[in-house]
């Protein structure tokens, strides 16, 4: 005589979906970990970009600083190079040509404004009473903003120009340091390309 097939009991199936239902539930949890991981690796790597970008940015401006003091708002001469601590404004070759419509200097800023490094740009050389730059943020995040100055005799200066320099005098080089939310403290030693003047010192 046969012996009667014996189907799965009720308990059993209850075992057996309870111990999916776990082993489910620890598969979704470490999936979920590595989705999240991936995702802050994700993040972290496009704040590095952009700070990379930003940086970049400013050093290629400061590389390209001629000597060129200007006029400012209200007749005034500003050197080819004034800063602080936390903002900078210099006279750099621009992206002119013999058949470009734009001068082949430009004037621009770096400055501190909450948490945003910004770049401004004037639209003139020598403005006039109501010239403003327009500008664009860099890098948002940025908890604090220090710029250092080195000079002919190798003494970093917290300003530039110093009092016994002519409007035209260059540092040697200039220190970033540029505190950014995640990222830390990110420096730059940027060198000057010396004293050359295209188009001429500021009226």
Same mark, same amino acid.
């Given at each position: 005589m046969n012996a009667r097939r014996r189907g799965f009991t009720l308990v059993e199936v209850l075992v057996?979906?309870?111990?999916? &239902?776990?082993?489910? #539930?620890?598969?979704?949890?470490?999936?979920? &970990?590595?989705?999240? #991981?991936r995702a802050a690796l994700v993040d972290e790597q496009q704040a590095f970009a952009q700070i990379q970008r930003a940086v970049g940015a400013f050093e290629r401006d400061v590389q390209a600083v001629v000597a060129r003091p200007v006029r400012g708002n209200y007749g005034e001469v500003l050197p080819a190079l004034v800063g602080d601590g936390d903002s900078l404004e210099f006279t750099r070759l621009g992206y002119g040509g013999p058949n470009a419509a734009r001068s082949a200097l430009e004037r621009v800023l770096y400055q501190q404004d909450g948490k945003k490094l910004r770049r401004g740009r004037y639209p003139v050389l020598d403005r006039a009473a109501g010239t403003l730059p327009v500008f664009n943020d860099v890098r948002d995040g940025v908890r604090s903003l220090r710029l250092r100055y080195l000079d002919p005799r190798g003494r970093w200066l917290d300003a530039w120009p110093p009092r016994d320099v002519e409007p035209d005098a260059l540092p040697r080089a200039v220190e970033l340091r540029v505190d950014v939310e995640g990222l830390g403290e990110i420096t730059r030693l940027v060198e000057t390309p010396g004293r050359a003047t295209p188009g001429g010192a500021a009226p």
């Open positions: 057996a979906t309870a111990v999916f &239902a776990a082993m489910s #539930a620890l598969a979704w949890g470490g999936l979920n &970990a590595v989705i999240r #991981a």
